[in-house]
């Protein structure tokens, strides 16, 4: 807590001063570029990825980055969904998983998940994730490389459930909202983004923000 406690002092004495002015903007609304939907990992820092400042983004974490579908869960993904879309009008959705995601490991080994009963229950929205490494990567015998593709197809996965809620659904129809889906190796820095006409993740320097589609391949790993 004293760190915590300390960074706050710093916050107030250096760093507000200097954006005081965005501070004060901000207190008339916000206007975010983006809804980036992430993992609750903590070594996962989407302003920092992004260099972005306050009310550049609006965040969703969870554990696994995971969008259940409309009208499953009552919670607080359906309703911040619909508030970035509907009422803030983003015009970009980014979903971002990212390497040695421990969701992502427990989804690939429940027996890791003993005693964690809140988190099998929610993993239980990533079971079409699940069903795709077992069904079609049985080639994938290094588990870094099984992890990593997991990773890649929750994204997809839960792109495809973010298209079941009614307003990111209108949005894309009309063409006022973009889907896109990141995934972020922490240890490296890098960013990859999945470009649908190579049908794989690239990095996200070649991949130019192309955003998903309606219709989708499976990466290739």
Excluded at 23 to 41: K, M, N, V, W, Y
Excluded at 86 to 96: A, E
Aim: proline share 5%; aromatic share 6%; hydrophobic share 40%.
């Amino acid at each position: 807590m004293q760190k915590l406690i300390e960074g706050i002092h710093h916050f107030q004495q250096t760093i507000f001063d200097t954006e005081k002015h965005l501070f004060e903007r901000l207190a008339h609304g916000q206007q975010p570029l983006a809804l980036f939907i992430t993992c609750s990992d903590s070594r996962i820092d989407p302003s920092l990825l992004t260099q972005t400042k306050p009310g550049e983004l609006f965040i969703l974490r969870n554990a696994g980055n995971i969008v259940p579908p409309s009208g499953v869960v009552s919670g607080g993904e359906a309703a911040t969904i619909e508030y970035a879309v509907t009422v803030l009008k983003v015009k970009d959705i980014i979903i971002c998983g990212h390497s040695l995601c421990g969701a992502m490991d427990g989804l690939l080994h429940p027996d890791r998940l003993h005693g964690l009963d809140a988190v099998q229950a929610w993993l239980t929205h990533a079971r079409a994730t699940a069903r795709i490494i077992e069904e079609n990567y049985g080639h994938v015998a290094n588990e870094k490389d099984r992890l990593t593709a997991t990773v890649e197809e929750n994204v997809l996965v839960q792109i495809e459930s973010l298209r079941t809620h009614p307003s990111a659904a209108a949005a894309v129809s009309r063409g006022d909202l973009k889907l896109h889906g990141w995934t972020y190796e922490f240890e490296t820095g890098r960013v990859f983004a999945y470009e649908p006409v190579q049908g794989q993740f690239v990095p996200v320097t070649h991949a130019a923000g192309t955003p998903i589609p309606t219709t989708q391949r499976m990466p290739a790993i």
